[in-house]
């Protein structure tokens, strides 16, 4: 599996929309491992290459989480 992973990182390094919103959904959800692989911060910013990208639905997540969970403010 984490081969498998690498190999997503790649494409979403190469601009893959679809790959990084699948990403985000396998971050937030800990998908493949423990509770403990549930990562938020790395959903929300793999959400955010997504809807750079152009991913619909990857767009309403970020304006959810803007909206609910302030995950859009800078630091």
């Given at each position: 599996m984490a081969d498998n992973v690498e190999a997503y990182?790649?494409?979403?390094?190469?601009?893959?929309?679809?790959?990084?919103?699948s990403l985000t959904i396998i971050k937030f959800n800990g998908s493949?491992?423990?509770k403990a692989d549930?990562?938020?911060?790395?959903?929300?910013?793999?959400?955010?290459r997504a809807a750079s990208l152009g991913h619909w639905d990857a767009i309403?997540?970020?304006?959810?989480?803007?909206t609910t969970l302030s995950a859009c403010t800078q630091t």
């Open positions: 990182y790649i494409l979403v390094n190469k601009s893959h929309a679809l790959v990084a919103y493949g491992g423990s549930q990562n938020a911060r790395a959903g929300i910013e793999l959400c955010k309403i997540e970020l304006a959810f989480f803007c």
